[in-house]
């Protein structure tokens, strides 16, 4: 053996002792050297609670009923059939395939590896603020432990002169008027307790530091369950994953029994077909399973990657994304039972306090529990629900990141596998620090803002490409033959045909509606962002995706030959695509890799440039 070719099976041998993503290891697991789930429940859990998130209880209620309640239900599932379950299908198999992370996956297409980068990075970016709105929750969860809660009535240190539970207030008379200026407790414990809020993120203030304890506490219970990478996290899910669906079911029962009930939950379902021929509607559908089926993060690649090559991932993604839906639909009668008792006992339309987002977990919901008899309890049993919810999605994001990075770093560091540890770590010191600004008095602006740009325009267009290279470079035949080989079954046309052209066409036209319906961001109507910040959420769009013409432009410019002849092989498959062990590279005739188990004399050095058409050639001829 030559020099070059015992320093090629060195770096092997140190790749064969790495595990990427994960520090434990059974010896059940298939993959030994990155690992693999414990058993199939952690992975299908982790799935779920990854799904199943915040905005499956606090933005899709509002969406139905604001869109044709019951009638929305209609585009919401033919937006699932058409975009969200094959974007699920195909980066759960991609990710199963390859058993790489977001960034090294794109072995499949190197002149597109800024693609995984950008996945990276918005993930990263939504992690620094998901913790915040995590930090919130404990907030609230804390401020539960209590007699009586803090926002059920006014006159405490925080409420102002226009504070009321009936919109009655006392004038400079001292005679009770009816004001519409007037305030509900709720609103102020939000904005004037916990938030403190300034006039605008011009205005940062201070640091709230009750909350920053609260950001502190968050990032040490995420270290705490994903130290140990998916060997940890897997087993964490099991009660976060599932609580939520007991305190959904527990709350249910209790909100069909308050008065009102009836009428929330028929707002919320009473069917408005003459709506649907408003594209809004659809948009709105799309836009919702796009976001909440958690496509183009990045993160489904990194669940499927730890599962074993014949894992059955099209039953998973069709379990999983019905489930996803299911739990939507259940937690709209959920949300509007408690939204029409509120309604009902302060005597107001249903449309006057129904409420999205931070506005309906921290405002609506807290104030409907605080008028129920023992209101302590089930305010703590729904904070504890919201808190086990974005956990599970913050655990998988983090994931994310972290096994993108030791994925990359894997041949360049040895063993990686003792210092994962410390990368979790370095990532959630960083990301407490990131967070400490969303903390301040002006950090809910900072965090509104992040919400709407860093994960946004940028995904869409990750998407569209992410199909278009599967479909269009690497070639739709060749990935078809390629997961009917690891399923043991060849997916039918359906799949096909919502690859090429229905669910592009689908991004497509979300983000036309998203660019033509574009305007300047604002925070509950009242405060404009200043021109600077609209500037620095575009910039977080930018950064996520200008990786992609910087690699494609470096991946073109280092291979040889004319320029067409560039693109050409840097857009060919790197050497190492396939699957990750040498036994089902063997199975679907890819050349073997030294260090990925059963090696022979013919296994390729990894990282060498490989005699591969021959190898695509048998792929495609069998396809």
């Known amino acids: ?6 320093s090629k099976a060195t770096e092997a041998v140190a790749y064969s002792t790495i595990s990427v993503g994960n520090t434990e290891k059974c010896d059940g697991d298939e993959n030994k050297i990155r690992g693999n789930w414990g058993s199939k429940l952690d992975f299908m859990l982790s799935c779920v609670g990854y799904a199943v998130g915040l905005g499956n209880i606090w933005r899709f209620p509002y969406l139905a009923y604001s869109n044709g309640g019951g009638a929305f239900l209609l585009p919401y599932i033919i937006m699932l059939l058409c975009a969200g379950l094959p974007l699920f299908f195909l980066e759960l198999s991609f990710g199963q395939f390859a058993s790489l992370g977001a960034i090294s996956i794109w072995k499949i297409s190197p002149v597109f590896k800024g693609l995984g980068w950008g996945m990276t990075l918005i993930t990263a970016m939504v992690c620094c603020y998901y913790n915040v709105i995590i930090a919130y929750i404990l907030f609230y969860l804390f401020a539960s ?3 009586e809660l803090p926002w059920a009535s006014c006159g405490h240190e925080w409420n102002s002169d226009m504070c009321s539970l009936n919109g ?20 102020e414990f939000w904005n004037n307790r916990v938030l403190h809020r300034s006039s605008g993120i011009e205005e940062p203030g201070s640091v709230r530091w009750d909350l920053c304890l609260c950001l502190l506490l968050a990032w040490i219970i995420v270290f705490f369950c994903i130290a140990k990478g998916v060997k940890s996290s897997g087993k964490v899910v099991y009660f976060t994953a599932t609580f939520p669906y007991v305190v959904l079911l527990i709350l249910f029962i209790r909100g069909v029994t308050l008065p009102g009930a009836a009428d929330g939950i028929l707002y919320f379902v009473w069917p408005k077909f003459e709506l649907l021929r408003d594209p809004k509607v659809w948009k709105d559908a799309a836009s919702q399973i796009f976001y909440s089926m958690g496509v183009a993060w990045g993160s489904l690649h990194t669940l499927s990657s730890y599962n074993k090559f014949h894992n059955n991932c099209h039953r998973d993604a069709l379990v999983v994304a019905f489930t996803n839906c299911g739990t939507s639909i ?3 009668f959920v949300i509007f039972s408690v939204i029409g008792f509120m309604a009902h006992d302060a005597n107001l339309a249903i449309d006057k306090v129904a409420s999205t987002g931070p506005g309906l977990a921290f405002v609506a919901y807290p104030e ?8 302590p309890f089930w305010s703590f049993l729904f904070f504890c629900m919201l808190f086990t919810l974005g956990l599970d999605s913050q655990f998988v994001m983090m994931e994310t990141v972290i096994t993108a990075f030791c994925d990359e770093l894997s041949t360049k560091i040895e063993n990686v596998q003792s210092k994962k540890i410390w990368f979790t770590l370095g990532f959630c010191v960083v990301g407490f620090l990131l ?3 969303h903390v301040t008095e002006g950090g809910i602006y900072l965090l509104s803002l992040m919400d709407t740009y860093s994960a946004g325009f940028s995904l869409l267009l990750i998407a569209l490409v992410e199909l278009i290279v599967i479909c269009y470079v690497y070639g739709i035949n060749r990935y078809m033959g390629d997961i009917s080989k690891m399923l043991g079954f060849t997916p039918n046309i ?7 052209v229905i669910t592009p066409c689908v991004i497509g036209f979300i983000f036309v509606f998203f660019c033509v319906g574009y305007v300047p961001l604002t925070y509950e109507t009242d405060y404009k962002f200043p021109p600077w910040a609209e500037a620095l959420g575009w910039l977080m769009v930018v950064a996520a995706i200008v990786p992609t013409p910087i690699i494609a432009v470096y991946e ?10 560039k693109i050409e092989r840097s857009a060919q498959s790197h050497s190492e695509w396939g699957p990750f062990l040498n036994e089902h590279r063997r199975e679907l005739q890819y050349p073997e890799i030294q260090g990925r188990g059963g090696d022979d004399e013919s296994a390729v050095p990894l990282s060498s440039p490989p005699s591969y058409n021959a190898a695509m050639s048998a792929v495609d001829s069998s396809v």
């Open 1 to 6: 053996m030559t020099s070059a070719s015992e």
């Open 330 to 332: 259940f937690a709209g």
């Open 168 to 187: 009655t207030i006392v004038d400079e008379n001292g005679t009770a008027v009816h004001s519409n200026d007037s305030v509900r407790p709720s609103v």
């Open 435 to 437: 967070g400490i600004p």
């Open 368 to 375: 409907a529990v605080a008028r129920m008899p023992a209101s």
């Open 556 to 565: 073109i410019s280092k291979a040889k030959g004319s320029f067409i002849e």
């Open 145 to 147: 432990m209590t007699s």
């Open 494 to 500: 359906y799949w096909k045909a919502m690859w090429m």
